[in-house]
């Protein structure tokens, strides 16, 4: 299995050249470095960039952590464990454009003394509009990248990330989902090489999509109705995400931890979208069952190739 | 003690007196009158208004909800409880003008079919400058409504306040404080009394101050302090507010619960303000340990009189 610096290396290297592809985009957006180290020990290197170009907001953070593991912690882990060391890769961007959408991903690697390690992580998209082309190559690559390795299971992690990115206050999905995963404790060396695998193919189709959507026209209302719809984004990830949650009540680094909130949001009391419009019609997409954006027949046929190849 | 439907005229006619009062600050607002049933029983009267004016969104909402206890309210009670009632006003007032304060006030009465009733409440201004005029004021205020009734408790529940408008992950205080009382179980007529006058006060003493601060000059620069200050009021709101969390987490009405939150937003990562400006003014205040708003003097001449009355 790799090692920590193996590990370490594949992040930062992950880091660098994702933030390279966002400024591929958006040469104008402007990342500033900041490194930082964690009192109780480890520290991480944030890339924020903000501005009025195409990237309204970034943050592509790497940390590496380790110490006394937090009573709570042990608790959710159901272990024994009194030192741990965490490492990872945490990515947020939103764009300035209504029609391009936000993006989130990460991947990360946990070890503790007790001598237990595994890896978790994750990616998914967050519409302003229903881009029915955005999400289904979101979804495609991620199915591919997954379908490359046998101890990556895209259908499943694909249901895992609609259960996790939904908000149980407002009946709504966060967005068209991903893959999320975690625990990984088998087989490390393929996880390790499909994390890798991952991690080239979000550097890849994020940007592609950005790219394609940045320069989209729109009008005030539709920037309103972004505005509107971040509003959900800060609900979830301060009420519901367990990542958030658990950083601020252990006194993770606050501006790290939230690094993914929107630059700028509004709130409004009981706004419900024209029937009809297109902002009417993301929302039914929110509140209705999880839709299946890659077509069954490539799962299944590519699996059995997958299987074939393995026997 | 008062019943049910005494209590409810009551907090009726006090969300009527605050609409009106807030109007004559400013005429312009337009407050949306929306009823609403629960359907587990109950309901309530929601008057929020938004817009361009002084008062940039309010929304002042009376509820009378009653049904089957949650588990988890029964928990949190630590009692035994088959139905529960609940009746409350609550207000937030988030103004356009970065110089006026946004205030919160909730009054609130719950009763079981176990036999238990008790009063709950409290008041709280939130500056983005500080301007100790009226800081002294809204303090000076409340106590001296505090001191008019020999049940309440202006210093403890000061401090209750300060206690609990705390933002464990920035160490900072939401802002001026108040008072928050909880739990008042004895002498239900003497509470009632109190919660009426309490009423009374802040229709007063908030007009008053967003009356003086609303057509303050400010900058650019102003205006966006104010809107990353109330990320501040965001996050407090959504992570550690108990009854939001609650609420949220027990169906509650979303659009209510939620009708606090500020109209526009901002977030920045790694923000501190230049120091020795009037940004790092207020944040060195909060971060401080609460400051006394109401001479010492005052308190205790006072607790003297009222105890010399009563002996």
Chains 1, 2 share one sequence.
């Not at 908000?167 to 975690?182: C, M, N, S, T």
Request: hydrophobic fraction near 35%; aromatic fraction near 12%; charge should be negative.
């Amino acid at each position: 299995m790799p090692d920590r610096q193996t590990i370490e290396a594949g992040y930062r290297g992950f880091q660098e050249r994702f933030v390279e592809a966002l400024l591929a985009v958006d040469p104008d957006a402007r990342f500033q470095p900041d490194a930082w180290d964690r009192p109780g020990g480890g520290g991480g290197l944030s890339m924020v960039a903000g501005g009025d170009s195409a990237i309204e907001k970034a943050a592509v953070n790497f940390s590496s952590v380790s110490g006394d593991t937090p009573g709570q912690l042990s608790e959710r882990w159901a272990i024994q464990s009194d030192r741990f060391y965490a490492t990872g890769v945490s990515i947020i961007v939103h764009p300035s454009n209504p029609h391009a959408p936000t993006f989130h991903a990460n991947i990360r690697y946990f070890e503790t003394d007790a001598g237990l390690a595994w890896f978790g992580g994750g990616a998914d998209l967050t519409p302003h509009y229903l881009v029915v082309e955005d999400a289904e190559g979101f979804h495609l690559a991620l199915a591919e990248s997954c379908l490359r390795h046998p101890v990556a299971d895209y259908p499943g992690w694909k249901a895992t990330c609609d259960d996790y990115f939904h908000l149980p206050h407002r009946g709504e999905a966060r967005g068209v989902g991903g893959i999320f995963f975690d625990h990984l404790r088998d087989r490390l060396d393929d996880v390790w090489a499909f994390q890798m695998d991952l991690a080239d193919t979000i550097t890849d189709v994020y940007p592609t999509i950005l790219e394609r959507r940045k320069d989209t026209p729109f009008s005030q209302a539709e920037r309103q109705w972004q505005l509107y719809r971040r509003g959900r984004y800060v609900e979830f990830n301060l009420v519901w995400d367990r990542g958030t949650k658990f950083g601020l009540e252990t006194s993770g680094r606050t501006e790290s931890i939230l690094a993914s909130l929107p630059p700028l949001v509004r709130f409004e009391y009981g706004y419900e979208p024209e029937p009809g419009s297109p902002e009417a019609e993301l929302t039914e997409l929110l509140r209705a069952e999880p839709r299946d954006w890659v077509p069954d027949s490539l799962l299944s046929s590519r699996a059995t190739t997958l299987r074939g190849s393995h026997e």
